[in-house]
């Protein structure tokens, strides 16, 4: 058994996926980048009261390598539901209240890290304090992730432009992780919110350039509405290589299983199902190949105060693994 | 060196002081039994929103047993001083999320137990969810320990009855700590609001006049004005003992050096040293043992938050702890 040194980047509920399924694999060495442009919900509050860096996307990623007792794990995902404290996640205050003690982010989720007892690491993308800005072809700019989120033009209008201020540079530790990789996998997760924050951070493009790994992309299971309407496999791979200046995803993974109709219809006004609109089985030097990876239950335990409604037809973390583990 | 079963009864500064001092003798298997009655500040917030325990005297003894990082410590007395988490201690918010998640309080100091890498332990002294009521001669009724504190007519009117509602009784754990002891330690403390919220806990008085332990108690430096104007050594020993309903207390230990004249002029509004008003060596059973106990440094770090102000003639965490240890 060889080990493979595995970077996966994204953010939130996506990266969860991913690494909670790869972590069956014991010769896997796993970093997870984080995106850090979050300022929405818990994590929103606490940026504005606190000035912290956004804790949410780093403490997801640092539940699912956790190796520690259930009871850890519940606790940095618990999330209080009453008084002044409602809608605020443990795990969130754990890494805020760490970095204001440290005046360190990495040292917090260092210490998170050893408390969860986790497989791998957290390294957050960037360690400065940023906010996503994206200017619509209209003329209009959406300041902050949770504007962004929220805005159901997005499609309509067209991006022009996005970048990150104030301007910042890739964390070195993000860098060489990717320069050292065996494996580089991105997404799935929120387009425009998840993975852009991540690519368009000054470094990356170089970064995944440069690198030796294997470069591999999950196609989200559902197109977004508002922000990725109607977007095939072939135009999620175009959209990323736009935003990271350059081509350089070797596979890009998609779904072919069909998800429930009743779903479909269910959700329709959130998003559809990502289809191929080719038969080719590459995209210029991109790889296109073709799972099932859905999975076949439903994500319930959604929190009634979240703001964000989301998708509950899910990429299955064990069958996504799999046929990553088969790539890399 | 032989050990010894040591159980502390207290809550809050006094018993972070002792166990912090006696924590050096590695001889010692340390059990700290809390009072459970507070509800003022972030722990009665807490309860009122949550309907959680009191988490603050358990999160101070922890905190005081923990062998784990500087990092750690810190981490669980960080009080947040912004925004809608001000004045939350992250200590009481971890325990109180992990009672959430766990539905049981003990298991949730037993986490953090582990986490702290604590040496001995912590056991509420009732796991039900009480609170403190006292009745003064006038017929003036006080609910909850918060009013109690806050009071400044309890010297005056007299106390004619104190109890916890509702009904409780001693958790058997303390119960079975107090009757395995070698020594129990009682306070210091807050008089009417850390040592006798546990004197007065059902069973309490039973374990102390049954176990074959040596019960000492340490009197207060200074009293509290409004609450114990006045009173002397003996008087602290006699009013312990009308609480707890039995001349239990085998040694007193209180301090025979007089803090510097600027502090007690600065704090005479709070209260005044605490002295001898006999000259004999044993009231009843009890021996009296004078040492010098006394803090040189000001304790300086006090919360500008806290509501309630606090004392900085302090006891020496271990010229108490040697004293206690050659008695033990």
Chains 1, 2 share one sequence.
Not at 118 to 125: A, S, T, Y
Not at 215 to 228: A, E, F, P, Q, R
Not at 243 to 252: K, L
Not at 293 to 302: E, K, P, R, S, Y
Request: hydrophobic share 40%; charged share 20%.
């Amino acid at each position: 058994m060889s080990f493979k040194n595995i970077v996966v980047i994204g953010g939130g509920t996506g990266s969860f996926t991913v690494l909670s399924g790869l972590k069956v694999f014991r010769n896997l060495n796993l970093h997870a980048i984080v995106t850090m442009a979050d300022n929405g919900g818990s994590t929103g509050k606490l940026r504005d009261e606190l000035g912290v860096l956004p804790p949410g996307d780093a403490r997801q990623c640092l539940v699912a390598l956790a190796e520690s007792s259930d009871v850890l794990r519940d606790l940095f995902n618990y999330r209080f539901d009453s008084g002044e404290l409602s809608g605020h996640n443990f795990g969130n205050l754990f890494l805020s209240a760490l970095e204001k003690i440290t005046g360190n982010f990495e040292e917090a989720v260092k210490t998170a890290s050893a408390i969860l007892s986790i497989r791998g690491q957290v390294i957050p993308v960037t360690t400065e304090n940023i906010h996503l800005s994206m200017t619509l072809a209209n003329g209009e700019t959406l300041l902050g992730e949770s504007a962004i989120a929220t805005c159901d033009v997005i499609s309509h209008h067209k991006v022009s432009h996005i970048e990150l201020l104030p301007k910042t540079e890739i964390n070195p530790k993000a860098y060489d992780a990717i320069m050292k990789a065996d494996s580089v996998i991105i997404g799935p997760g929120n387009f425009y919110c998840s993975l852009v924050p991540a690519m368009i951070v000054p470094g990356m493009k170089e970064a995944l350039s440069k690198t030796s790994a294997q470069i591999i992309y999950n196609v989200n299971l559902m197109s977004k509405t508002g922000h990725s309407n109607g977007w095939s496999v072939e135009e999620h791979i175009q959209q990323l290589h736009r935003f990271i200046g350059a081509e350089v995803i070797d596979i890009a993974l998609y779904n072919t299983t069909h998800p429930n109709k009743d779903l479909i219809e269910r959700y329709k006004e959130e998003g559809l199902p990502v289809q191929r609109d080719t038969d080719t089985s590459y995209i210029g030097k991109t790889a296109l190949i073709g799972e099932d990876l859905i999975a076949d239950t439903l994500f319930i335990n959604q929190h009634k105060k979240d703001p964000i409604r989301r998708t509950f037809i899910r990429h299955d973390s064990l069958k996504l693994a799999e046929a990553l583990y088969r790539l890399i």
